[in-house]
T-cell receptor
Framework: AQKITQTQPGMFVQEKEAVTLDCTYD???????LFWYKQPSSGEMIFLIY??????QNATEGRYSLNFQKARKSANLVISASQLGDSAMYFC??????????????FGGGTRLMVKP | KAGVTQTPRYLIKTRGQQVTLSCSPI?????VSWYQQTPGQGLQFLFE???????NKGNFPGRFSGRQFSNSRSEMNVSTLELGDSALYLC??????????????FGPGTRLTVL
C-alpha cells in the first residue's frame, strides 16, 4: 500500500497567490517525521520544512507552512505569495522512527507546480 | 558550510559495465543515504550508512552496493549495468540523533545513463 500519497500530479497557481499541495500518509508508527522537498529542473532536492508527529504546532519556514492534521493523516504544504521561482516538483516524504528504519525516507509521487506570471 | 557534494554529475555507461558514484556529506554529518529516482518508479531508497556500517537497505538487487569511509564519505557501486539502471542517483546526509532528525540534506545527484 502507498505510504505517501500526493493526489495532484500537476497544479497551476497565479504569481503572488497562495497554493496548497496535498499529502496524505499511512503509518502505524506513533513516532514519525514528515518532510517536504522542492526539486527544480536541475534535479537537486531542496529541503523545505519538517513536521514531527509529536510537534504541538504546525511547522512554518518563511513562505512555507505545513497544515498538519494528524487524525486525518494529512500534511499539506502551503506556499504563500507564490513566485516564479517556485515552479518545480514538490515531494512529500515520511520517516518512521522504528527499529531498523534508520533515516529511510518514503516519498510520494510528487506534484509539479507551475507558477503563472 | 559546504553542502552535500556528489561526483560525477553525469555519467554514460554501456550495459554490462560497472559504475561507482561518490558522495561527500555535510561536515559533521555521519549518516549518508542513497536514493534512485526514475520517471517510472519515483524516488526509492537504496541504503543508508552510518559510522561505516550499513544500517538499512531498500529492495534492490545485490548488484547495488555501497560503503562508507571513516571520514563519512560514501560510495555506491552498480555492477553489470542494465538499461533500467538509468536514473538520477541522489545522496542525502544528516546528523544522527537516535530519535529525532529534523532534516536530511540532498546533493545535486548523479545522472546515470546506460546505453
Amino acid at each position: 500500500a502507498q505510504k505517501i500519497t500526493q493526489t495532484q500530479p500537476g497544479m497551476f497557481v497565479q504569481e503572488k497567490e497562495a497554493v496548497t499541495l496535498d499529502c496524505t500518509y499511512d503509518t502505524s508508527d506513533p513516532s514519525y517525521g514528515l518532510f517536504w522537498y522542492k526539486q527544480p529542473s536541475s534535479g537537486e532536492m531542496i529541503f523545505l520544512i519538517y513536521q514531527g508527529s509529536y510537534d504541538q504546532q504546525n511547522a512554518t519556514e518563511g513562505r512555507y507552512s505545513l497544515n498538519f492534521q494528524k487524525a486525518r493523516k494529512s500534511a499539506n504544504l502551503v506556499i504563500s505569495a507564490s513566485q516564479l521561482g517556485d515552479s518545480a516538483m514538490y515531494f512529500c516524504a515520511m520517516r518512521e522512527i522504528r527499529n531498523n528504519a534508520g533515516n529511510m525516507l518514503t516519498f510520494g509521487g510528487g506534484t509539479r507546480l507551475m507558477v503563472k506570471p | 558550510k559546504a553542502g552535500v557534494t556528489q561526483t560525477p554529475r553525469y555519467l554514460i555507461k554501456t550495459r554490462g559495465q560497472q559504475v561507482t558514484l561518490s558522495c561527500s556529506p555535510i561536515s559533521g554529518h555521519r549518516s549518508v543515504s542513497w536514493y534512485q529516482q526514475t520517471p517510472g518508479q519515483g524516488l526509492q531508497f537504496l541504503f543508508e550508512y552510518f559510522s561505516e556500517t550499513q544500517r538499512n537497505k531498500g529492495n534492490f538487487p545485490g548488484r547495488f552496493s555501497g560503503r562508507q569511509f571513516s571520514n563519512s564519505r560514501s560510495e555506491m557501486n552498480v555492477s553489470t549495468l542494465e538499461l533500467g539502471d538509468s536514473a538520477l542517483y541522489l545522496c542525502a546526509s544528516s546528523l544522527w540523533a537516535a530519535e529525532s532528525i529534523r532534516a536530511q540534506y540532498f546533493g545535486p545527484g548523479t545522472r546515470l545513463t546506460v546505453l
